[in-house]
């Protein structure tokens, strides 16, 4: 294992050596989310010599803004999706067991009303079949008291009871930098804002690629065996073919666990379509989500949550949960992700497959589809049908995506078991680094959050951060869960992290400025709708049928 520190002096001296650099890579990944990073990591762990490009930051796109789900697919059940679902909990119960920490059993819980359609026998015959596939009976029907105990607020009026059945969660963003960067630990390369242009055709065994540092307009050109195009709701733009993709927007609200609490997770039918909703504790906070609506905007600008959007979330809540009189002014933060659905020409993007496809391209393979529970099967697909194009390799799926780090917490500063456990899975054989880094005061949690002041430290130090919003959005979620982005805490952000970037005070204040724009436009709710629907201030909001069924319309 190779002892790297991936700061800005390492990136331009990997720069430097690309230009250099006349032997073919056996491997060009072009896209840093999910997808790339498990082949990426499959294949370094292969003994193959791989280089991983990603044209804005890691996870930037669909693999930060996800549910924050690892999870099998209740619902792929209803429209007989069995194998995708058998093969999502299958991946779920090993990273499981492979990631803890990182990827931890989530208790879901599902309400049963007088009436309510599909009623009890339906949600449990899913369930029993969701239990067999996981060889494990573990959902249970709990009373009206039970039930009521599990998820407090919940209206009653018609409450029968409900059901408990068992997922897993995870940092998406966390889960993509760690296979990345435990890849580079065993000998891949990989760079951020380098953008791929289109592969040249092939010749002599050998594709061509010109990529782009988007940080200084440098320019190269790279040779090899085989190029993957994992650049997910971007696919169709770097492969030669028909145009196979319906790009799909799924957006999400944040609240402080205390306005809207969330012991245990919950799926929430909407009152208007019965598109079932998640609402589930994650970092501290409680999220709701998703939607899932056609995406029309521009790939290279971040999706926003729109007006429509968030008034159809709502109202989820408000049916469901009266009594906290929740108002848009309860919503701490949001995110909005495009997944990359292969289109089926369904009129419902609900009933679009979220399965994989691979299409080879005379030695570009594209990968693309599929969802971030079964990003390893993804893996080990492409790879057996790209093992023409490569050196002798024997593809085994024996070993583990990732091995929980052995850790010295015995000669470390005293931390929580729950501290340990969640350090040692975001940040794998760097925890003790991360822990040692620490100053004064930095292992404490940054308030309302369950994030260290010392993940901003390391992060700034060793994980390739470019901009401000690497740190904040992806490296850590803070800018997701504390009020305004963070903005009150701007004074520490900078003493912990601005010398460790090697910024200016000019620079930090550019970033700051970057930054606070980009929340603003994406991360928090349409400026449109604070002028319009009534705040916590006002009377309790009202939500016209005409407003909330843009769903179901489409």
Known sequence: MENHSFNQTWREGFWQELNDDTQPWDMIVVGGGITGAGIFREAVRLGLRVLLLEQKDYSWGTSSRSSKLVHGGLRYLKDGHVFLTRDSIVERQRLMRECPGLVEHLNFLISLYEGQKPGRWTFQAGLLIYDLLASRLQHQHLDKQDFLLSAPHLKEEGLQ????????????????????????????????????????????????????????????????????????????????????????????????????????????????????????????????????????????????????????????????????????????????????????????????????????????????????????????????????????????????????????????????????????????????????????????????????????????????????????????????LLEQGGAAHEARFAAICQAELGWSEARWRDEWRRYRDIWTKYYSIPDALRATEPTAAKAKASVTEQEVSFHASR
């Open 161 to 480: 009871g409900g059901l408990r059945y068992g997922d897993a969660r995870t940092d998406d963003s966390r889960l993509v930098l760690r296979l990345i960067f435990e890849g580079m630990r065993d000998g891949g390369r990989a760079l951020n804002y380098v953008r791929a242009e289109k592969p040249e055709p092939r010749v002599d065994g050998i594709t061509a690629v010109t990529v782009r540092d988007r940080r200084t307009d440098r320019v190269c050109r790279l040779q090899a065996r085989v190029v993957v195009n994992a650049t997910g709701a971007w696919a169709d733009r770097l492969r030669n073919g028909e145009k196979r993709l319906r790009p799909l927007r799924g957006s999400h609200l944040v609240f402080h666990a205390w306005r809207v609490p969330a012991p245990q997770a919950m799926t929430i039918l909407h009152p208007d379509d019965q598109r079932p909703l998640f609402l589930l504790p994650w970092e501290g906070a409680t999220i709701l989500g998703t939607t899932d609506v056609d995406h029309s905007g521009n790939l290279d600008t971040e999706a926003a949550v729109t007006a429509e959007e968030v008034r159809y979330m709502m109202k989820v809540l408000e049916v469901n949960f009266p009594k906290l009189n929740l108002t848009i002014d309860d919503i701490v933060a949001s995110w909005s992700g495009v997944r990359p659905v292969i289109s089926s020409g369904a009129a419902d993007p609900s009933k679009e497959s979220r399965d994989h496809a691979v299409w080879d391209d005379d030695g570009v393979m594209t990968i693309t589809g599929g969802k971030l529970t079964t990003f390893r099967k993804m893996a080990f697909d492409l790879l057996h049908k790209a093992k023409h194009y490569l050196p002798p390799i024997q593809i085994d799926k024996t070993p583990p995506v990732m091995v929980p780090p052995e850790v010295p917490w015995d000669r470390l500063p005293p931390l929580s078991q729950a501290v340990r456990r969640r350090l040692g899975g975001r940040y794998g054989l760097c925890t003790e680094a991360l822990v040692r880094a620490a100053e004064d005061g930095e292992l404490d949690l940054v308030s309302g959050t369950e994030t260290l002041w010392a993940e901003l430290r390391w992060a700034a130090r060793d994980e390739q951060v470019v901009h401000l919003d690497d740190l904040l959005l992806r490296r850590t979620r803070l800018g997701l």
